[in-house]
Each structure stands twice: as structure tokens, then as C-alpha cells.
């Protein structure tokens, strides 16, 4: 029974330390939208994503839409 408590105890951990973790795109990821813009993933400041378009202006997308 003890080892069962042990088992629990370690999967409650690592499930606490994996909501932290999510998937980053990658640097030199290109959008390409309908309209015909295309912008490139050029860095991430303080988590969020910087894009460059091809005028090289350098700006960052809100995380929601609603924003």
C-alpha cells in the first residue's frame, strides 16, 4: 500500500510541473495569411513571439484575440 501512496505522490508532482511547459514555434516559423502577408518569427521577448514582416518592422500579436 505504501508504494501505491509513493506512485500518487510522484505523478501529482510531475503533472504539477508539466502545466508550466507548453510548445514554442520555432525561430524562422513563416506565416503566410489569405490576404498575402507573410511574417517571420524572428525572436521571443519575455515569452511572447516577436514576428518581422517583409518591410522588416518588428512587432508582437496579442495571445487572445479579444486583446
Known amino acids: 500500500m505504501q508504494t501505491f501512496k509513493m506512485l500518487g505522490t510522484g505523478l501529482l508532482c510531475l503533472a504539477c510541473l508539466n502545466t508550466s511547459v507548453h510548445a514554442e ?13 507573410v511574417e517571420k518569427l524572428v525572436a521571443y521577448d519575455n515569452g511572447y513571439p516577436v514576428w518581422e514582416d517583409v518591410r522588416k518592422r518588428r512587432f508582437t500579436h496579442a495571445s487572445t484575440p479579444c486583446a
Open 25 to 37: 514555434t520555432a525561430l524562422g516559423t513563416v506565416a503566410i495569411y489569405s490576404d498575402g502577408d
